[in-house]
Structure formats: structure tokens, C-alpha cells
């Protein structure tokens, strides 16, 4: 239906045709137009005939061949004429003024000295209504050659200047002008008119009629025997006459043949809008049917939503579920050194060395009151307590430590290092063996998931005394921490981490070899979890944990040395019998990434600032 309506506008368009086109190409010019030769020559045979000839160029009077120039000489002939136009305009601007010239001038148009001018102004708004209608014709007959319209507007001027100068003699040419004018078809366009060959050949009659009209017109008035026989002996019939009683009957066929034309194409378009308009019937009824099915495909599709969120909801819930299970499942693979329980810790008294978790050595809050026993500062018994004599850690001692700052700064991994001795009078007791600088894991343990941040935190002193823990226990520990942030990982890992855990090296009994299997499980498990962002692993009292301090060193500055993301490492060690970290043999590149401050002893407090603590209590 759409093609059929656009084909029909497309018709409707090309139906704008050319009317008379060149010699040649259209054979209908034979029929109606003289060829152009013989229109030329007979204009220039008429011109030869008069006796009367053309000015000088740029006179109000001077020829001209086109309609611009005719439009532009009439309002020149006008001006010259003193046109009656142009007092009207002067007259407008003022009433009162208007109405005594308006009078003044009626008086002289009929006896004085301007009867003259109002003829040949009735005569030329004749002339210039008459152009109007006959210009549309002359258009159309262009199309067939330019000469055409010259031979045209050439003959209409000539015309008109010789009326000009000879209408006070006769007013008889404004008459038939003003009747000519009133028989052209009224029409807007001529264009709009389909030229079908016989309103082709009515027009170029019509065309050819009005130049013969002119110039028996022309003649007239340059013969004076003419005229005066006109108008002694008013013979029945002379050539004006003839004329403008052919281009009458040709105008009456013209008008006819057009409205003929003009309803057909008003029949045409009404067809096509009647078309259109139940085409467009159709289109609502298929566009309410498509709001129908839109709403019941709306539905539709909000049940699909629902249904979908609830089948991801419970997809979610499954995995999760099942990532669950497979990380239980793997806590019973992960096995461990079995050992005896320590006081007050989590494991049972038929330890099998599988994996605990939680347990008191991940438990910040554990830690933290254990080490408040050893460090207490509870009000009553300070002055009491000769720990109170000596340096206690603290937040604002931690953030005074440069390589601290520096650590929590850096923007790559970096490792620190803290290690000192703790003196027995600062402990409160002789039971009591941890260090003084633990705490410092606790408050930073705290502080960065109060933030928001990934911690792995492991305290090898969770009780009240200490333990001998093995690299084992501590390093799957921490790595079951960071599989619980993202157990997915097992979806894919589980068999290979499985494989990894019985091996022969992760059994092996010489320490250096199950270490290092360990710790490449860990280095897995960190390129697995980078996403998540900065990675924090904080080991309290590694000096407890393994037999000696170098390969578990060696192995946690291996990891910032790899490309895992971020993941920084805080280490505390309490440095009994001034056991020191030796880097010593530690490559530049790697010692770029440790931060180290050792030998950070307790220390007793000076007078002054024993008075402060004192006071403060």
C-alpha cells in the first residue's frame, strides 16, 4: 500500500512537465509554433513596416524583450505620465492635503492640462493587467527556444510605446485590452495545467494571436489613412478586430480544455487522498493491534524480568552455596603440622592436622586483650606496675615511625620490618613473654578493615604464653583468608590446588622445600585476587614461627617482588638475644622493596615523660 501511495505522488509530481520544448524533441511544436526562423522573420518584417522607429537606449520609450524590461518600462512611461499612482501615495500621508489635491487634480484630468495623462495612465494599468495573464503563456512557449519570448515582449513593447504616444486619439485599444485581460484563463500557475496536445496547441494560438493583435495594433496607429478610414467609414471587420475576436474564442477553448485538466487532476488527487485515507484506516487498526500485542509482550516480558532475577538470585545462591562447600571441602585438603593445643586456643585435643579456621591466632580481639594482660594499665595499679616505667606501643608512637609512613605511602608492594627486644620489667610479670611491639599488628589490623581493606592478619602469640608454630600453619592460614574474599577461585583452582597440597615437595620434611611449595600456592592464590584491590598480609611474632628466621624472609620478600597487584607485608619480630635480620646478601632491586627498623628496643621512660604517663593515669 505505501509503494502504490508514493507512486501516485511521484505521478502527480512528474506531471510538472515542459511545455514546448526545443525543435526536435518534441514533435507537438510542429502542430502549434512556427519554426523559430520563420518567427524571426516575420518579426522582423513587421518592424520594417512600420514607419515609426525606436529611440535611443535608455529612453522610457526604448524596446525591450523580456518581461522585467516591459514591467520596468511601464512604470518608467507611468513616471513620465505624471501617474495618477503616485499622487495617491503623496496624498495618503496626509488627509488633508489629499483631499484638495485629489479634487484639484479630477478637475484638471477632465479640463486642464492633465486630461491628457489619464488616458494614457487608464491605458497603461490596462497594459500592465493585461501583461500579467499573457506573460504565463509566453513562459510556457519559451520552453521550445528563447526567441520565442523575445519576439514576444519585443512586439508587446513596440507596442506599447506606440499606443502611448497615440492614445489621446483613440481609446478603443484600452478597451479591448481590459476584455482581453478578463477572458485569460484565472490561473495561478500555468504549470499546474497537464499540457495535453490540444491545450498545447490552444495555448501557442493564443500565444501567436496577441503578437498578431499587437502588431495590426502597431500598424494602425502608424498609418494615418488607416485610422482615419477606421473611423469615417468603420468598415465591419479590420485586422485588430479579427484578432481579438479569434484570441476570445481561443481563450474560451483555452479555459475550457483547462478546467477539463483541472478536474482530472482534482479527481486524481482525490483518488490519492481517499487512498491514503484507508491506508491510514489500515495503519491505526494495525497500529492498535500492535499496542495490543505490545502490552501483552510487556507483560511478558516483566514476568521474563521477575522470573530472571529469581533464577539468578537462586543461580547466585547455588554458586555461592557450592563455592562454600568447595572451600569446607578444601580446609579438609589443606592440611597442616599436627601439633598439641595451646592454652586456650581452638584446636581439640585429637588434632589431626587439617586446618582450623577460625581460630584465636586470625582473632584480632583475642590478641589484642592478650596483649592488654601483659601491658596493663589499668588505673590502681599503675603506680604499682614497674612496666609502667618503661615505653609502651601505642597509635601515635606507630605513625611516628618513619619507615611505617613510608610503608603505608608506598604506591608499589613493599615488606616492613619491625624487630626489638622487650625488657622483663615492661611486661606486667615474669609469665608473660610477648613482645612490645605487637600491638602495633592489632592497631594496624584495625584500622585498614575499619577502612574498607583486604587484611590477612596471624598472631603466633595468642595466648598468654608462647608457642612454636610451624610456616605451614601460619602461610595456609593466611592463604585460607584470602580464599574466603573470593571462593570462586576454587571453581577452577581446586584440582590444581589439590594436587599442589599432596605433593612431594608440600610433604616434604626438609623445611625449605615445603616452604617454598607453600608459598607457591600463595602466589597463586594472589594473582587470583588482585582485583580486589590492595592486598595485606600481617604476620605478629614470625620470630615463633619455623626454626629458623632467613627462608621465611626470603619467601615473603619474593612476594613483593612479583607482579601481584599491590600487597604490602608488616612483619613484627621480637629480637631475643639480639637476633637480627641479616640482608646483608639481599639484592639492591629487592631491598628497594623492605622497609626495615630493627633494634627498636623498649626503652625506660625519661622522668619527665614518666611524670606525663603518671599524670595521665
Known amino acids: 500500500m505505501d509503494r502504490v501511495v508514493q507512486d501516485k505522488s511521484e505521478e502527480m509530481v512528474d506531471e510538472k512537465v515542459i511545455w514546448f520544448q526545443k525543435p526536435g524533441i518534441d514533435s507537438a511544436n510542429d502542430k502549434a509554433l512556427l519554426p523559430a526562423s520563420e518567427a524571426v522573420q516575420e518579426h522582423n518584417y513587421f518592424r520594417g513596416k512600420l514607419r515609426w522607429r525606436p529611440v535611443k537606449k535608455g529612453s522610457s520609450e526604448e524596446i525591450c524583450n523580456t518581461e522585467d524590461g516591459l514591467k520596468l518600462q511601464i512604470m518608467a512611461l507611468a513616471t513620465d505620465n505624471d501617474n495618477f499612482d503616485t499622487l495617491r501615495q503623496q496624498a495618503a500621508s496626509n488627509i488633508d492635503v489629499a483631499t484638495k489635491t485629489h479634487i484639484t487634480y479630477e478637475n484638471q484630468r477632465t479640463t486642464g492640462r492633465r486630461k491628457f495623462g489619464k488616458s494614457v495612465s487608464k ?21 521550445a527556444g528563447q526567441i520565442y519570448g523575445t519576439v514576444a515582449y519585443e512586439t508587446l513593447s513596440i507596442f506599447l510605446v506606440i499606443v502611448v504616444n497615440k492614445v489621446d486619439n483613440d481609446s478603443k485599444i484600452t478597451v479591448l485590452l481590459t476584455e482581453l485581460r478578463k477572458s485569460f484563463p484565472q ?12 491545450i498545447r496547441i490552444l495555448v501557442a494560438e493564443v500565444y501567436q494571436q ?20 477606421m473611423a469615417i467609414g468603420k468598415p465591419p471587420s479590420l485586422g485588430i478586430d479579427e484578432t481579438v475576436a479569434k484570441i476570445h474564442g481561443k481563450l ?7 478546467m477539463i485538466q483541472l478536474h482530472k487532476r482534482s479527481q486524481k488527487i482525490h483518488i490519492v487522498v481517499e487512498d491514503n485515507n484507508v491506508h491510514i484506516k489500515k495503519l491505526e487498526t494495525s497500529n492498535m493491534e500492535l499496542e495490543r500485542l505490545n502490552g501483552v509482550l510487556t507483560r511478558s516480558l516483566e514476568r521474563l524480568e521477575v522470573q530472571h532475577e529469581k533464577f539468578v538470585q537462586e543461580v547466585k545462591l547455588k554458586n555461592e552455596e557450592e563455592d562454600r562447600q568447595r572451600l569446607e571441602t578444601f580446609k579438609e585438603v589443606l592440611s597442616v603440622s599436627p601439633r598439641p593445643p595451646p592454652k586456650g586456643a581452638l584446636y581439640s585435643e585429637t588434632d589431626s592436622g587439617q586446618l582450623t579456621y577460625p581460630c584465636d591466632e586470625t ?3 583475642v590478641c589484642q586483650k592478650s596483649q592488654e594482660r601483659a601491658f596493663s594499665k589499668l588505673p590502681g595499679r599503675a603506680r604499682n606496675w614497674r612496666g609502667v616505667e618503661y615505653r609502651q606501643m601505642s597509635p601515635e608512637l606507630l605513625e611516628n615511625c618513619e619507615p611505617y ?3 603505608l605511602d608506598r604506591t608499589e608492594s613493599c615488606l616492613l620490618f619491625l624487630g626489638g627486644q622487650t625488657q622483663l620489667e615492661g611486661r606486667n610479670g615474669r609469665g608473660f613473654t610477648h613482645s612490645w611491639l605487637s600491638p602495633a599488628t592489632t592497631y594496624v589490623t584495625e584500622e585498614l578493615r575499619a577502612q574498607g581493606q583486604k587484611v590477612a592478619h596471624y598472631c603466633c602469640h ?12 601460619v602461610i595456609a592460614t593466611i592463604m585460607y583468608q584470602m580464599l574466603e574474599w573470593k571462593p570462586e577461585i576454587l571453581r577452577n583452582k581446586y584440582q590444581q590446588f589439590r594436587a599442589m597440597v599432596q605433593s612431594d615437595a608440600w610433604q616434604a620434611e626438609h623445611e625449605a622445600t615445603a616452604v617454598s611449595a607453600l608459598f607457591r600456592m600463595l602466589l597463586e592464590v594472589l594473582i587470583e585476587i588482585k582485583d580486589l584491590g590492595t592486598i595485606f598480609i600481617i604476620i605478629d611474632r614470625v620470630d615463633r614461627c619455623g626454626r629458623k628466621l632467613d627462608p621465611v624472609m626470603k619467601e615473603l620478600v619474593g ?8 600487597v604490602k607485608i608488616l612483619v613484627v619480630h621480637n629480637s631475643a638475644f639480639d637476633e637480627q635480620w641479616d640482608t646483608d646478601d639481599m639484592e639492591e632491586k629487592a631491598l628497594s622493596r623492605v622497609l626495615i627498623r630493627q633494634k627498636w628496643d623498649q626503652t625506660r621512660l625519661t622522668p619527665l615523660e614518666l611524670q606525663r604517663a603518671l599524670s595521665a593515669h
Open 363 to 365: 582473632d584480632v580481639e
Open 252 to 258: 474560451a477553448e483555452v479555459n475550457s480544455e483547462a
Open 123 to 143: 491605458f497603461l494599468k490596462g497594459f500592465a493587467d493585461f501583461l500579467s495573464v499573457y506573460s504565463g503563456i509566453v513562459e510556457l512557449v519559451k520552453g
Open 210 to 229: 496577441v503578437i498578431s493583435f499587437a502588431r495590426h495594433t502597431s500598424q494602425y496607429f502608424t498609418h494615418f489613412s488607416t485610422r482615419l478610414w
Open 405 to 407: 609512613e613510608q610503608w
Open 559 to 566: 612476594l613483593v617482588m612479583e607482579d601481584l597487584g599491590k
Open 462 to 473: 595468642p595466648g598468654d604464653t608462647a608457642e612454636r608454630y610451624e610456616v605451614k600453619d
Open 187 to 198: 490561473l495561478e500557475d500555468w504549470v499546474n495545467i497537464y499540457p495535453t496536445p490540444s
